[in-house]
């Protein structure tokens, strides 16, 4: 079945730094999206992702999705302490139900 | 607007016991999904609901696991019986359409099978 994975599963960056979450996904996919997740919160909706090749920008964050649909990456210019949380991508393939990817937890150290 | 509302928050059971989780989706939305969550994990698919439809419910354990979704509006979930390896957080979310808009989640249930 669709598997979602991401790397690196945790960071710790000294606020100010960049970071960066690479996701993959074993199969095509339909669109993906990004998802925040506070320390015992709920994901949140951060973006959309349709269109091979496509970048999009909020602010310090940075999201790209690959040419080949297979592939995501989420960039956080000068890392904030609010940026603290996990990240999740969460891929869609033809009828098949939102998978989410394994995260990547962000601790920034002030 | 209100948003996904989930409950309990939070409940503790003794294994073998049965637990139910409800969950009330944002009004409209005909997507409904169940899923949980592992401490340190992504939030694993276990069914979901297209209206009052079970559409995808392949990773729900069927001999334990069941969900309804009655007019297409409220759902449950229930474990019967719990074991000690179902302890997680177990997401309820919604959305309009499948996929291609965003989901909301509620805050969640707390399950711990002691």
């Known amino acids: 079945g669709q598997q979602v994975m991401q790397i690196p599963q945790y960071q710790h960056v000294q606020e100010g730094e960049d970071f960066t979450t690479y996701c993959n996904s074993s199969?095509?996919?339909?669109?993906i999206q990004w998802y925040k997740q506070r320390p015992g919160g709920h994901p949140v909706f951060l973006i959309q992702l349709v269109k091979s090749g496509e970048v999009k920008k909020q602010k310090r964050l940075t999201f790209q999705f690959g040419e080949a649909k297979k592939n995501s990456s989420l960039h956080i210019t000068a890392t904030q302490t609010t940026d603290v949380g996990t990240y999740f991508c969460a891929g869609t393939t033809g009828r098949r139900a939102l998978t989410f990817g394994s995260g990547t937890r962000l601790q920034v150290q002030p | 607007e209100a948003g996904v509302v989930q409950s309990p928050r939070y409940k503790i059971i003794e294994k073998k016991q049965p637990v139910a989780f409800w969950c009330n989706p944002i009004?409209?939305?005909?997507?409904l999904y169940w899923y949980r969550q592992n401490l340190g994990q992504g939030p694993e698919l276990l069914i979901r609901y297209e209206n009052e439809e079970a559409v995808d419910d392949s990773q729900l354990p069927k001999d334990r696991f069941s969900a309804e979704r009655l007019k297409g509006v409220d759902s449950t979930l229930k474990i019967q019986p719990a074991e000690l390896g179902d302890s997680a957080v177990y997401l309820c979310?919604?959305?309009?359409?499948?996929?291609?808009?965003?989901?909301?989640f509620g805050q969640g249930t707390r399950l711990t099978v002691v």
């Open positions: 009004s409209g939305h005909n997507t």
């Open positions: 979310a919604s959305s309009l359409t499948q996929g291609r808009t965003e989901a909301f």
């Open positions: 199969t095509t996919l339909s669109n």
